[in-house]
């Protein structure tokens, strides 16, 4: 089997996902993955390219989220540890599969905080562009901001981790950033 690309990934969530929502969603897990990677000096690439395909099946079966997956992601040739990092994800809510790797546990963590970095950079004039890590913080704070993203999740992953909350926000910011263009959260044109 060949490793899994961020090219591969693309394909493999395009057959099973049109939903715009989920499609930007899966570009910002993707970017703040690749931010990670570059943290635990890992493939940027293949962590992008798991983060990109981490709800692969939320579309069709959004209340049996990670049920089918692995058969989705098996049939379309993805090796067995990259399934198991993306069920992961996943952990006590839907899985049962214990993120335990840096990849698998970044993934846990970021998934949620994507959410409330992409919602605070939406309200913003220069969107991500120059956004900072106590703007990002003092949104994590507010529970009724974003309030779908679960805090406590972060909270554990970041534990996992062994890392700070804010040195994970750094990462999620700096990695959404570089697709600032693609997730619609540059700056707004004067009009």
Same mark, same amino acid.
Not at 42 to 50: F, K, M, N, Q, T
Not at 56 to 83: F, R, T
Not at 103 to 130: H, N, Q, Y
Not at 158 to 183: F, K, S, Y
């Given at each position: 089997?060949?490793k899994?690309t961020?090219?591969?990934?693309?394909?493999?969530?395009h @057959?099973?996902? &049109?939903?715009?929502?989920?499609?930007?969603?899966?570009?910002?897990?993707s970017?703040a993955?690749?931010?990670m990677?570059e943290? #635990? $000096?890992a &493939?940027?690439e293949?962590?992008?390219?798991i983060g990109y395909?981490?709800?692969? &099946? *939320? @579309?069709? *079966?959004?209340e049996?989220?990670?049920?089918?997956?692995g058969?989705i992601?098996a049939?379309?040739?993805?090796e067995e540890a &990259?399934?198991r990092a993306?069920?992961?994800?996943?952990?006590?809510?839907c899985s049962?599969?214990? %993120?335990q790797?840096?990849?698998?546990?970044?993934? #846990?963590?970021?998934?949620?905080?994507t959410?409330i970095?992409m919602?605070?950079?939406l309200?913003? %004039?220069?969107g991500?562009?120059?956004?900072?890590?106590?703007?990002?913080?003092?949104k #994590?704070?507010?529970?009724? #901001?974003a309030?779908?993203?679960?805090?406590a999740?972060?909270r554990?992953?970041c534990?996992m981790l062994?890392?700070?909350?804010?040195?994970?926000i750094?990462?999620?910011i700096?990695?959404m950033?570089?697709?600032?263009?693609?997730?619609?959260?540059g700056p707004?044109?004067? $009009?």
């Amino acid at each position: 089997m060949a490793k899994l690309t961020y090219a591969r990934a693309q394909e493999i969530l395009h @057959q099973n996902c &049109d939903d715009p929502h989920l499609l930007a969603h899966a570009l910002a897990v993707s970017a703040a993955m690749g931010a990670m990677a570059e943290h #635990f $000096a890992a &493939d940027s690439e293949h962590w992008r390219a798991i983060g990109y395909l981490h709800d692969v &099946d *939320y @579309q069709h *079966y959004p209340e049996e989220h990670l049920q089918h997956a692995g058969s989705i992601l098996a049939a379309a040739g993805v090796e067995e540890a &990259d399934i198991r990092a993306i069920l992961s994800h996943g952990y006590g809510l839907c899985s049962d599969v214990e %993120p335990q790797t840096d990849m698998e546990k970044s993934l #846990f963590t970021v998934d949620e905080l994507t959410g409330i970095v992409m919602a605070a950079a939406l309200m913003r %004039p220069t969107g991500i562009s120059d956004m900072e890590v106590k703007s990002a913080a003092k949104k #994590f704070k507010d529970k009724s #901001f974003a309030a779908k993203c679960d805090r406590a999740v972060i909270r554990r992953g970041c534990e996992m981790l062994g890392m700070e909350l804010n040195e994970v926000i750094a990462l999620v910011i700096e990695g959404m950033r570089r697709e600032m263009d693609g997730l619609g959260i540059g700056p707004k044109a004067s $009009a």
